[in-house]
């Protein structure tokens, strides 16, 4: 009896979601719209950054922490895998690019749906650190408009991966079923 018990606890604590985690942190935003603020930057120019990659950091299911990003069709997705390289960006120009130039790396303008993606139209990425209790913390993370939680869900189509959205502000941060939160942080390769 005890082990059925515990074998369905098991089964229903997997299927609840996540109690979120991510830390209360204050966003201070660096670079000011240009390149400066990314890894990699040119120290004497602003507009201009090397290549730069993007993990999650800090998310509710800490499994996902690290794991290698790349765009799968236009869209910015997490590999559930880590035997999948990286999708590598750069910073030209103060637009976040792919690696030969010939994408822009955007945000979608739907709201509540703030997909990070190749797009034609869209709103610019920004870089912030974050402080804790007035600590600033370790790492450069990326956002807009002073949000820089990011919400992470993988569904039954493509479990490979997982598709990831801003929590727009102005949403209320609300999660659809599935999801958790977690950070995106820009990194060298």
């Known amino acids: 009896m005890a082990p059925s018990f515990l074998l369905a606890l098991s089964f229903f604590l997997s299927?609840?979601?996540?109690?979120?985690?991510?830390?209360?942190?204050?966003t201070i935003q660096v670079g000011?719209?240009?390149?400066?603020?990314?890894?990699?930057?040119?120290?004497?120019?602003?507009?201009?950054?090397?290549?730069?990659?993007?993990?999650?950091?800090?998310a509710d299911d800490p499994r996902i922490n690290g794991l290698q990003t790349g765009i799968v069709n236009t869209s910015l997705v997490v590999y559930e895998s880590?035997?999948?390289?990286?999708?590598?960006?750069?910073c030209w120009r103060s637009a976040v690019m792919d690696a030969f130039f010939t994408q822009n790396l955007l945000?979608?303008?739907t709201p509540n749906d703030k997909?990070?993606?190749?797009?034609?139209?869209?709103?610019?990425?920004?870089?912030?650190?974050h402080e804790?209790?007035?600590?600033?913390q370790d790492g450069i993370f990326?956002?807009?408009?002073?949000v820089t939680t990011w919400a992470f869900r993988r569904t039954q189509a493509h479990p490979e991966y997982y598709q990831i959205?801003?929590?727009?502000?102005?949403?209320?941060?609300?999660?659809?079923?599935?999801?958790?939160k977690g950070f995106l942080k820009v990194v060298p390769p």
């Open 82 to 90: 880590n035997t999948t390289a990286s999708t590598i960006f750069c």
């Open 15 to 26: 299927q609840t979601s996540l109690v979120s985690a991510i830390p209360n942190v204050t």
């Open 32 to 58: 000011q719209g240009n390149c400066a603020g990314f890894p990699n930057s040119y120290k004497n120019s602003g507009n201009d950054a090397d290549a730069f990659i993007f993990h999650p950091d800090q």
């Open 115 to 129: 997909e990070l993606g190749y797009l034609s139209d869209g709103i610019k990425p920004e870089t912030y650190a």
């Open 132 to 136: 804790i209790n007035g600590v600033r």
């Open 107 to 109: 945000l979608s303008t």
């Open 142 to 146: 990326l956002g807009i408009s002073n």
């Open 165 to 180: 959205r801003l929590s727009a502000p102005g949403s209320g941060e609300s999660l659809y079923e599935g999801e958790f």
